[in-house]
């Protein structure tokens, strides 16, 4: 048996979560007509879920995610490239 101590984390499941999720609200503001990235950063600023259009259930979706959390994960992927 071994004497290690396994660590569990759901930081790379939630970015995933987060991830499916912004890219099928990009997909569904795309399909719109929008310009994805003004609309999903307007969001992020206000937190006014009319930034994102109910297209797919995009802003049902969008509101799953907390801000602070998307932001984190936003600037985690970027300092990481």
């Given amino acids: 048996m071994d004497d290690f101590t396994r660590k569990f984390s759901l930081a790379r499941e939630k ?3 987060i991830h499916q999720i912004l890219s ?3 997909q569904s503001l795309e399909e719109k007509g929008y310009n994805p990235i ?3 950063v307007g969001y992020i600023l206000s937190e ?3 930034y ?3 297209h797919n259930n995009a802003r049902t979706l969008i509101r799953k995610i ?3 959390e998307l932001l984190q994960v936003l600037v ?6």
């Fill in 38 to 40: 003004n609309q999903i």
């Fill in 76 to 81: 985690r992927k970027y300092l990481a490239q």
């Fill in 66 to 68: 907390d801000r602070d």
């Fill in 15 to 17: 970015d995933e979560e």
């Fill in 48 to 50: 006014d879920p009319t």
């Fill in 24 to 26: 099928s609200v990009y």
């Fill in 52 to 54: 994102i259009t109910n």
